[in-house]
């Protein structure tokens, strides 16, 4: 099994009023500059106990995740750790020039000497309000950008593109990539069409388990289409196709790590902590501390509120005039959190379910401090890593996937 | 409109004529005005889609009917590229044009391009949609009905409604098929030969194309120094059907502008 950790780059200074998207006025540029430091030398600890790869991703205008643009901090840490495994776990495509992604993508596999990683992903609802995208288009630029990209890195001759969305007369991405045909290549999995669409594509898959995304009770039947959708187009996936994200406190004990996920609010729910819905208002509180859930939503935040919920349905293809009433409702599936042992036994339980020889790890999250992360990742590369490692792998057991389906 | 109302529109503004020409009588279909656009079709035989009813309406258009397809009678006589080629070359004069663009699909783009090597002066820019002059990557065509139609269309739904040739013309057309394709996936002596090819060409293939590997494009590429390559999305090997605006919309680009269709000229600024 190998393993990766998805650093998520926290503004560590006073934290502005909630809302999104956060507010500029609040940054103390020296704050943000400590924060990226954290993120970046929590990078270095975690391969110096033995991670495998170090992923980022793309969040815009959000003091959650100061991570416009992700690619450089992956180029800032091939420069810090020559040799490393590193990806982008992704890029919102449909918000930006897939071509440009193509050329940033095959940069960054030469930085890392052909050991990098692809992610493509459509973005959090907040995504398409930053650089005004459509998001009942999303799906439709999605997949029509993976496939641009896919040859933009694989052409070996000038070419054009007309598509749906992009239309390029001319396309040459000098570099292309060290890897050929291309680096591994990762979409998020999160409904059947993703599951088709990657199995159709020979996509890697990617199943995060987190508050607000998926739970177990739909991973199953997705992984399942994946693997049928793999076969009717000549192909088979095995766990090395699957990754699998989670979040992870790792404490001394199991007491301790309860007692930490009460005091400081861990897990937060990742489409809250994004978009910053549901923050206790600024009237008297600390939004670090833990939600209370009594206390009133800022005013923007429940004006906001639909029309995030709008731009959800966009995304999963409601059509556009379908009232924006309810939300669309997310399964939080079990973490990964307690002690060493605990933690091993919860990779074991859920990694025999789910068939994935991946496993990112986000360490990040609500209130935690910097030394509480550095605390988890250390224990989890001392004490976890070497146990699993020691396991039979469910790496090529294309057997047990397609059996477990 | 319905699709059935637009399926009974396509075409409908082309008049059949007939030529005379190398011993054969050839049907052609014309409409429109304006600089003259000739068309070859593909092994399926002729067909009118909405994409040459757009063309219509900024080219004089005319769409051949090449000598053992469709209504035509079986070819007996014509033994290779070349010969097809002159032959569509005089039934082009018997019209009385005398330079033409000239865009040519599957077997009617082979054509076409040696139609183009034979005849460079009279060529002035030439389109060729999935050509079937190099033929390399190709997968073994499927027995089943649904695979089978896949290869040609994404979307067989759209107008004009996918239907594969029938028995009848299979027979027909099936030995000059053979006869046609009897040559090297990689046809080295037509790849010398685009080497001097000095003709503006576009080259498009769909990127679902399963007849045609569209890996070929890039040979085109390589080969014609004028020559721009472009994938068409969301299309299989017949691109005027599945998204016949997006072919027309390129394709008139590319006729009325040249090389300089490579440079956008649609207006970026939202309000002044």
Known sequence: ?405 | MTDQSVAEEIGSAFVEHFVDADGFRVRYWEAGSGDPVVMFHGGGGPKFTIAQDILARKFRVLTFEMPGWGASEANTRTQNLDELAETMAQAVAATGLGQYHLLGHSIGGATALVLTLAHPDRVRQLVLEAPATFRTGNVAHSDDPAARARAFRVHPERPPVFTPPGPEQRAKTGPLMQRLQDRPAYDEVVAARLEKLETLTLVLFGTEDGVVSPENGAIYKKLIPNATFILVYDAAHLIQQDRPEAFADVTIDFLERGLAFLIPEVSSLINP
């Open chain 1, 1 to 405: 099994m190998k393993f990766g950790i998805f650093m998520v780059a926290r503004y560590y200074g006073d934290p502005p009023s909630p809302g999104w998207p956060s507010r500029p006025v609040f940054l103390k540029p020296d704050a943000a500059t400590q924060s990226v430091g954290f993120m970046l030398d929590a990078n270095v600890l975690a391969h110096s106990v033995g991670f495998d790869f170090f992923t980022f991703a793309e969040h815009h205008y959000n003091f959650a995740q100061l991570s416009p643009n992700p690619m450089l901090y992956a180029s800032a840490l091939t420069q810090r750790l020559p040799g490393a495994h590193i990806g982008i776990l992704g890029i919102d495509l449909p918000i930006n020039n897939p071509v440009r992604v193509a050329e940033e993508y095959a940069m960054l596999d030469h930085l890392t000497g052909g050991r990098s990683l692809i992610g493509l992903l459509r973005g959090t609802p907040n995504e398409y309000m930053t650089y005004g995208t459509n998001p009942w288009e999303s799906r439709g630029r999605f997949e029509e950008g993976v496939l641009l990209i896919k040859k933009a890195l694989t052409e070996p001759e000038p070419f054009g593109w007309e598509g749906k969305y992009y239309r390029y007369r001319t396309i040459a991405i000098w570099p292309q990539p060290v890897q050929k045909p291309h680096p591994p290549m990762l979409i998020s999995c999160s409904s059947e069409n993703s599951a088709a669409f990657a199995g159709a594509n020979r996509l890697d898959v990617g199943f995060e388990i987190a508050a607000g995304f998926s739970g177990y009770d739909r991973i199953r039947d997705w992984r399942k289409c994946y693997i049928e959708t793999a076969q009717e187009h000549g192909w088979t996936p095995t766990a090395n196709n699957i990754l699998c994200r989670q979040h992870c406190l790792v404490a001394d004990t199991d007491e301790e790590a309860a007692e930490l996920s009460a005091r400081e609010g861990w897990p937060e729910p990742i489409q809250d902590s994004i978009i910053a819905h549901g923050l206790p208002s600024a009237a008297g509180g600390d939004p670090y501390k833990k939600r209370d859930s009594t206390a009133p939503r800022g005013r923007q935040a429940e004006a906001m509120a639909p029309v995030v919920n709008l731009i959800r349905y966009g995304m999963s293809g409601i059509p556009k005039g379908t009232p924006a009433g309810r939300p669309i409702p997310h399964t939080a599936g079990p973490l990964l959190s307690g002690s060493p042992e605990t933690v091993l036994r919860q990779i074991r339980e859920q990694t025999e379910f789910i068939g994935n020889n991946r496993l990112e790890l986000v360490f990040t999250g609500a209130h935690l401090s910097q030394a509480q992360i550095r605390r988890s990742i250390q224990l989890f590369g001392e004490k976890v890593i070497p146990s699993l490692r020691h396991e039979v792998s469910l790496a090529a057991s294309t057997a047990q996937a397609a059996a477990a389906v």
